[in-house]
T-cell receptor, first 113, second 109 residues
């Protein structure tokens, strides 16, 4: 079982360019999340989706957008990347929202120059 | 405000016991998670405490005191593979997880 996958593994992106980070889970989990992890800081929630067709804003949503067209996929888009978006991005899923155990993908390391 | 505090780094010896503390201030508490994260990898679930007390799971145990806003993760019989960061997370009033910055545990032979 794949669990939760992310693509790409890493990416270098020029400032001002757009980018979509992909996330797919095969566990039929209702809830999905996008976090960023920066050195010295805890994981910070960017956006979440409690169920297919719905999304919500987390702690640091500015500059990012998401969609949840189906249960399995939860892509994260950076419309116009800035250097401060350099980070490691983790996608996660859980059977129910937030307080259920979350299962994380392997992460995408993004560098914006 | 909402805050999760844990030590930045701890060092322990192989075979010993270590306790990693976490204090939290959140406006809506619904439980406390501990995750393990090896360098360059994703966090993986260790434990979830909702009620006060100690929950044991093999070499790892987790404790919660709701009245004190305090939790700890206890690791026994430390092995080199336990070298990792340990993340504490609690829920806020919107039931979203608030994460601590993590405690990097270094195990020495």
């Amino acid at each position: 079982t794949a669990g939760i996958t992310q693509a790409p593994t890493s990416q270098i992106l020029a400032a001002g360019r757009s980018m979509t980070l992909r996330c797919t889970q095969d566990m039929r989990h209702n809830a999905m999340y996008w976090y960023r992890q920066d050195l010295g800081l805890g994981l910070r929630l960017i956006h979440y989706s409690n169920t297919a067709g719905t999304t919500g804003k987390g702690e640091v949503p500015d500059g990012y957008s998401v969609s949840r067209a189906n249960t399995d996929d939860f892509p994260l888009t950076l419309a116009s990347a800035v250097p401060s978006q350099t980070s490691v991005y983790f996608c996660a899923s859980s059977p129910g929202p937030h307080t259920d155990t979350q299962y994380f993908g392997p992460g995408t390391r993004l560098t914006v120059l | 405000g909402q805050n999760i505090d844990q030590p930045t780094e701890m060092t322990a010896t192989e075979g010993a016991i270590v306790q990693i503390n976490c204090t939290y201030q959140t406006s809506g508490f619904n439980g406390l998670f501990w995750y393990q994260q090896h360098a360059g990898e994703a966090p993986t679930f260790l434990s979830y405490n909702v009620l006060d007390g100690l929950e044991e799971k093999g070499r790892f145990s987790s404790f919660l005191s709701r009245s004190k806003g305090y939790s700890y993760l206890l690791l026994k019989e430390l092995q080199m593979k336990d070298s990792a960061s340990y993340l504490c997370a609690g829920t806020d009033s919107n039931y979203q997880l608030i994460w601590g910055a993590g405690t990097k545990l270094i195990i020495k032979p």
